[in-house]
């Protein structure tokens, strides 16, 4: 890196504005930080925010948060509301809905010992993971289904969710909430938006459209070389990843293809629902050989409602994902339109007067959709071996903090994104103010001197 006497100097440097790092650099400058943010996009927000396609605004990818996120952005003054709505899940016909209405409390009142022998096989120590648990202790076929909704989420087979994490997202040391959903009222940008405004109104200042191209350690400071030119900062918080010290055995999780809707304002989703997943029966194997590499011929998928402030009269829009075959990239026009019609047909079902109430429809399979956005629609980007430790946050060799999901906190999902970049804004002001108090005495011991 060329020397430059423009160089602009910074207590702190984030690098990406999703959710981590927007969450670092509010927590960095609300202790009086001087912080500079920079994101590549035009942007903020990473895999939480919207997008407009032929004329229609929708969800890319986040939109489904736990109560924790709702109570972090409160402490960082970020002024957002939220509403707390329920998901709905089809296992083959039968309707699940949570938090449980009465008929879903009722499915599991009528097996109360399939319901016991499930629990008691999650307490043995030999059962690690989803798949053992279903294997071992869970046979019937509506519990079997219902278990299988937890690895649908994180988009993996049985085999690779441990159970130990799924106890983390309950754990009240983390406090992520995901027993409690939470949504933001007007849409995941709008919060993302307004977590931008916070960090600026506070006196930080935001770079869009500004690629971070490498950075390097110049004596006790960091060099950051962008497109916007260079930059000096004492410290450095990275939201690329420690993904790179991972073992070589880490596979990733399953890949999705992402469908976006617009819908006539006629229709109307169900009362009080964000989440529609449709799974079909057996949906564990179902995981399983899409995670052998089969491709199924009914596909099972969620949406969401984007929950976006529409004009009156104008189409609204949900988007969803399909899991896929591992390694499926690429679907072409014949499969993409095959995998619309079965969500449509399906959906009929759930919502009726679906399909006439379309207006525009379209799939980006996982390749169109990282060619758009920079990033893959993995909600599981690595699997570690079972005995792997997650990576601490702060990596001394390179004095850099890792934001998101590959270090620090347990959780591959927003809140443990969020908390990720609180808790390592919190170790570097400590970190800077006892170097500050180290170099003022030192300066003054030089003084007496
Ligand atoms: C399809 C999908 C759906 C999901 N849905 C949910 C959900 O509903 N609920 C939930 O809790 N979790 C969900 N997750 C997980 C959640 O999205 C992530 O945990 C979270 O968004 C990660 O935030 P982040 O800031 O760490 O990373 P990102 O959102 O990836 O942000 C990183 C940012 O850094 C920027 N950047 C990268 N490189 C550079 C560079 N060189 N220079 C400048 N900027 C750079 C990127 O543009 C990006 O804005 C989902 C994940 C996926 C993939």
């Keep these: 890196m060329s020397a430059s006497l423009e160089r602009r100097r910074f207590d702190a440097t984030v690098i990406g504005a999703g ?181 600026v109104e506070l006196g930080g200042e935001l770079l869009v459209d500004c690629v971070c191209h490498g950075h390097e350690r110049a004596g006790p400071a960091h060099l950051i070389d962008t497109s916007l030119g260079e930059f000096e900062s004492a410290a450095l918080f990275s939201s690329r990843g420690r993904w790179h010290e991972y073992p070589s055995s880490s596979r990733s999780g399953l890949e999705a293809a992402a469908v976006f809707f617009a819908l006539d304002p006629s229709l109307a989703f169900p009362e009080g629902v964000h989440t529609l997943g449709c799974m079909k029966r057996g949906a564990a194997d179902h995981l399983r050989a899409l995670d052998r590499g089969e491709r199924p011929s009914v596909c099972s998928f ?84 079972r005995d792997f430790r997650r990576l601490p946050t702060y990596d001394p060799a390179s004095d850099v903090y890792w934001l998101g999901n590959s270090a620090g906190p347990p959780g591959d999902h927003a809140g443990a994104a969020v908390l990720s970049g609180w808790l390592a804004a919190r170790d570097a002001v400590a970190r800077l103010r006892s170097k500050r108090s180290d170099d003022s005495r030192m300066g003054e011991a030089t003084h007496a001197h």
């Design 302 to 385: 969620h949406v969401f409602r984007s929950d976006l402030r529409e004009p009156e009269g104008a189409p609204w829009t949900i988007s969803g994902f399909v899991p896929l075959a591992r390694g499926t990239r690429q679907l072409d026009a014949l499969e993409a339109s095959s995998v619309l019609a079965a969500i449509r047909e399906r959906l009929d079902r759930a919502i009726p007067g679906f399909s006439r109430a379309v207006r525009y429809e379209k799939l980006m399979d996982p390749a169109s959709y990282e060619a758009r956005f920079g990033f893959a629609p993995l909600a599981s980007p690595r699997v570690p071996p």
């Design 19 to 199: 959710l981590s790092g927007l969450t670092a650099a509010i927590a960095l400058q609300k202790e009086g930080v001087k912080t500079l943010l920079i994101e590549r996009r035009s942007t903020v927000g990473g895999l939480c925010g919207t997008f407009e396609l032929d004329g229609h605004r929708f969800v890319l990818g986040c939109n489904d948060f736990g109560a924790g996120l709702e109570r972090t952005l409160q402490a960082l003054g970020v002024d957002v509301e939220f509403m707390h709505p329920s998901a709905r899940f089809y296992l083959g016909d039968e309707r699940v809905d949570l938090p449980p209405s009465a008929k879903t409390a009722l499915a599991f009142a009528v097996r109360p010992l399939a319901v016991g022998r499930a629990l008691a096989g999650a307490k043995r120590s030999s059962v690690r993971t989803l798949g053992d648990l279903l294997d071992g202790s869970v046979s019937d076929p509506f519990l079997r289904d219902f278990i299988a909704i937890l690895a649908w989420a994180v988009l993996r087979s049985p085999d690779d969710v441990e159970l130990a994490s799924l106890r983390e997202l309950f754990d009240k040391q983390w406090n992520y909430g995901y027993d409690r959903a939470t949504t933001p009222i007007g849409g995941p940008q709008h919060m993302v938006d307004r977590m931008a405004s916070r960090f």
